[in-house]
């Protein structure tokens, strides 16, 4: 899996960004999606180059289900020197246990979250600072689409909680959750912002889904912060003080993320 022809071979890997992150092999590709259903125009856009080149795609995913499916999703559009890691990285660790050639941890889909050797090297970043970090949490995840962000503690606290996963770094600005907290300006600032957002989003083309999803989000971001305007004009004194960070899922300021996810189902 590790070696690589730059012409010629190239490694998938078939999970999403967050898994990416946290541990790898190396010289795979990154597909920069949030999840499976979003692979396969990930690739569209290369069967075409795998043709012409007459790559040899090597894939690999967390337990093989994917990477088998994906790789049945290739050779039924032409390409057919693809093959996939079976048992995926889960028995490649238990052959290797010391990692062999991946890099970092396994993210796994229980409350063990990651998986891996002890000793092996942190390949992930705070998505705020760049510090080495690998440690997800359910309380930390994306205020747009609440998705787990793997920011530190330092920079999760400085934000008050209020993180974007990479699909949406673009609306850290201006997108944020708990409205009460804010004053008129900054709420004006907030609007401000999001109307920019949405300005640029109408030029792109109607045809493309996602940016009618991201408009429709932006949108409807903009009512809630008009209506917090509306509101606090006429109560100006109506601004609450921060004093907790809030769970994302459950809004609580004493939930911990236990209720996001695989971390709220029964052991």
């Known amino acids: ?62 337990g093989g289900i994917r990477c088998e499916k994906a790789s049945q999703f290739l050779r039924s559009k032409g390409v057919t020197d693809v093959h996939h890691l079976k048992g995926g990285i889960h028995r490649y660790l238990e052959k290797f246990p010391d990692g062999g050639f991946f890099q970092g941890k396994n ?17 992930g970043n705070c998505i705020e600072c760049t510090t080495p970090y690998d440690s997800f949490n359910g309380v ?17 606290m400085a934000r008050h909680g209020e993180v974007h996963c990479i699909g949406h770094q673009y609306l850290k600005h201006c997108y944020l959750t708990f409205l009460q907290y804010f004053t008129l300006d900054q709420l004006n600032e907030q609007l401000a912002g999001l109307e920019g957002v949405l300005a640029a989003l109408l030029k792109e083309p109607d045809s493309q889904k996602r940016s009618k999803n991201r408009r429709r989000t932006v949108r409807k971001q903009i009512e809630k912060v008009q209506q917090r305007i509306a509101f606090l004009n006429e109560n100006p004194n109506a601004v609450e003080t921060w004093k907790h960070v809030h769970c994302r899922t459950c809004g609580s300021t004493s939930c911990e993320g236990t209720c996001w996810g695989f971390w709220n189902a029964p052991s």
Do not use: W
């Open 1 to 62: 899996m590790a070696k690589k022809d730059e012409k010629k071979t190239v490694v998938l890997d078939v999970r999403a960004h967050k898994e990416f992150l946290v541990g790898h092999f190396k010289d795979a590709l990154d597909p920069q999606v949030k999840n499976f259903s979003e692979y396969y125009a990930f690739l569209d856009q290369r069967i075409k180059q795998f043709k012409e080149e007459k790559t040899t795609v090597l894939m690999y995913c967390t």
């Open 140 to 156: 930390k995840v994306c205020s747009v689409c609440r998705d787990l962000v793997l920011v530190c503690d330092p920079c999760f």
């Open 107 to 123: 993210f796994v889909f229980d409350k063990r979250v990651l998986m891996g050797p002890q000793s092996a090297d942190v390949v």
